[in-house]
């Protein structure tokens, strides 16, 4: 009995070692196939605006976002656009219709197909039809929505609009998560979001059922750090792989990572009210702008990372910028203009955010420049949203520094400054500008439309709308090993681009 009882242990002791072994090997399997997982770690400066993709104001949140949404379009590498959800489109003679047609097999994050009537819906709910307002001021000339058949739609306007297309980047969304929008983020992108906590971060996972190229990596992990040296230390320190936005002086502590760099179709620029009583004045805008020194504000503030400006629009966009006449600094022209204006000592506030050190950076570079003809500059730093809220959206200043994102057509770049512009925070009028940024609209002759935008930018230089200063490099940092970054002249990283070598 003793003997059948110490055998009954024995087997007892054999069954669990054999778990505990058996559990062993799966667990190194297990963390085997957790290593092979393909996974980019990285930051943002601020958290989304919102999941809903009508929604999303700020180009970070499109910046990663547009790897989740799609629309009947979306932007191509050389600055303009490609298919997407549509595989072709049409124009009318008359500029007033625009045939889209579908392309099939096209899956949502949640696993349905598709169809005709998710487009329908998402491009009324763009246009307000089916919500209190449009998502976006462009879309206030869609006059209706037509469905052909089971793949061509048609958006017809009120009336011409060669900008319109560019539009139609918007993400088209399933008509039946129209409920959970600011909850649940379902799109047709190569990558869809697993996880999402405010103010923490975003996990994107690769979606094995894209209709088109599908992502080389398996997952994005995006957290948010609105520090930006916290950002940088982070990212020295290995604990991310890649990080945009880098600080052009202190890319030479970046020996061990790759770091490349392009231009963003970005206009930095000293933003001056115009209902600043000092600034409604051309003449103290003109000396403003003759003390600023271009080159040394590039060399001083951004390592020599970045392209002068002289109007609202940057370079990258080829076709449309009007060359560069040659900024020259004239102190003595700019005390007698400030003396014949009565602002000998003119004194401004300066409000910046903290967001990015290119501001604070810039704010102290303009505020040293400036004191040459006896001008005193305050400067005052606040958190984004704060930013956002009272200067963007408040006008609650007299001035600013602050990068303003390009776009695929030049029609929302130039429109900031026209009088009925509600994000018009310069409170800059001009008649002039204004027609003619209202003719460019519906001209669609694109030889013609051209034209019309030099004639607006060479207002906006001649004018001094403001001092514009130069568009700044991106510089991206990435571990070695990661390779296929894509500049686009629009805020989006290209997530499914990225490979790792091993």
């Not at 379902?186 to 405010?198: D, L, R």
């Not at 956002?388 to 929302?412: F, N, Q, R």
């Not at 906006?460 to 568009?471: E, H, S």
Request: hydrophobic share 40%.
């Amino acid at each position: 009995m003793k003997r059948v009882k110490l055998f009954g242990k024995l087997i007892l002791i054999f069954t669990m070692m054999t778990l505990i072994l058996t559990v062993s090997v799966f667990g190194k399997n297990a963390k085997k196939s957790v290593s092979n997982e393909k996974v980019i770690k990285t930051l943002m400066g601020v958290d989304l605006d919102s999941l809903n993709p009508y929604k999303m104001v700020s180009s970070a949140s499109e910046e990663i976002m547009m790897n989740v949404y799609e629309g009947l379009v979306m932007p191509s590498e050389d600055g303009g656009i490609k298919p997407a959800i549509a595989e072709s489109y049409s124009v009318s003679e008359d500029g007033l219709t625009y045939k889209f047609k579908i392309r099939k097999g096209i899956k949502f994050h949640n696993g349905n197909p598709l169809d005709i009537k998710d487009v329908e819906y998402s491009l009324n709910r763009m246009a307000g039809k089916d919500v209190d307002k449009v998502s976006s001021s462009a879309f206030i000339n869609i006059d209706k929505i037509i469905v052909d058949n089971e793949d061509e739609v048609n958006i017809v306007l009120t009336k011409p609009d060669s900008s319109f297309i560019y539009h139609m980047i918007e993400g088209i969304i399933p008509d039946e998560n129209k409920e959970n929008l600011e909850k649940i983020a379902i799109g047709t992108g190569p990558f869809k979001v697993s996880e999402y906590e405010k103010e923490y971060g975003i996990v994107l996972e690769k979606f094995d059922d894209y209709w088109g190229e599908k992502a080389k990596i398996d997952k994005v992990d995006i957290k948010i750090a609105p520090d930006s040296g916290m950002r940088f230390l982070k990212f020295l320190s290995g604990e991310i792989d890649i990080l945009t936005h880098i600080d052009a002086k202190r890319v030479n502590e970046l020996k061990d990572h790759t770091v490349v760099s392009g231009p963003q179709n970005l206009v930095f620029l000293l933003a001056l009210n115009h209902k600043f009583t000092p600034f409604s004045d051309k003449r103290v805008r003109e000396a403003i702008n003759l003390v600023v020194d271009k080159e040394k504000l590039i060399t001083t503030a951004l390592d020599g990372y970045g392209v002068p400006l002289e109007t609202n629009m940057s370079p990258a966009m080829k076709e449309v910028c009007i060359d560069n006449i040659g900024h020259k600094t004239d102190i003595e022209k700019a005390k007698a203009l400030l003396k014949e204006a009565g602002q000998e000592n003119l004194k401004f506030t300066l409000r910046t955010s903290t967001l990015s050190s290119i501001y604070t950076n810039s704010a102290q570079v303009l505020k040293e420049q400036l004191k040459e003809v006896g001008i005193t500059v305050e400067i005052e730093t606040m958190e984004w949203a704060t930013w956002l809220d009272e200067v963007y959206t408040g006008k609650k200043h007299e001035a600013t520094v602050i990068g303003l994102s390009g776009k695929l057509d030049p029609e929302p770049i130039l429109i900031r400054y026209t009088t009925p512009y509600a994000k018009n925070f310069f409170n800059y009028s001009n008649k002039e500008y204004d027609d003619l940024i209202e003719k460019a609209k519906i001209t669609n002759n694109d030889a013609e439309r051209i034209l019309i935008y030099k004639k607006a930018q060479e207002i906006l230089r001649d004018d001094n709308a403001a001092v514009y200063l130069v568009d700044p490099d991106m510089l991206v940092g990435m571990k070695k090993g990661i390779k296929g970054y894509v500049f686009y002249p629009l805020a989006y990283m290209n997530f499914a681009k990225l490979t790792i070598e091993d």
